[in-house]
Nanobody, 114 residues
């Protein structure tokens, strides 16, 4: 059983930056893919960015060039550096990990004011 705990969500003005962190614990095996998803009110959860254990990344077109995902395998941490934030980035951001099955965190709220 893997537990994921996100942190770093906050209220920020448009153009600002935030760094989200996700700590994974409880896994007896190496965690494969990790990633960030988000869900805005009234919308479906969508992919933001993913990163493999080897460091290969994938981004949603809407965040390319503004967000950067990274991970620390030794610490079982994944991060999301978010720059040039826009009001449309407002959402609950969820950490996701895959090791034999998918695990989700509880989410952290990011609110970007215009």
């Amino acid at each position: 059983q893997v537990q994921l705990v996100e942190s770093g969500g906050d209220l920020v003005q448009a153009g600002g930056s935030l760094r989200l962190s996700c700590a994974a614990s409880g896994s007896r095996f190496s965690i494969d893919d990790m990633g960030w998803y988000r869900q805005a009110p009234g919308k479906q959860r969508e992919l933001v960015a993913t990163i493999t254990r080897g460091g290969s990344t994938n981004y949603a077109d809407s965040v390319k060039g503004r967000f950067t995902i990274s991970r620390d395998n030794a610490k079982n941490m994944v991060y999301l550096q978010m720059n040039s934030l826009k009001p449309e980035d407002t959402a609950v951001y969820y950490c996701r990990a895959f090791t034999f099955r998918v695990y989700w965190g509880q989410g952290t709220q990011v609110t970007v004011s215009s």
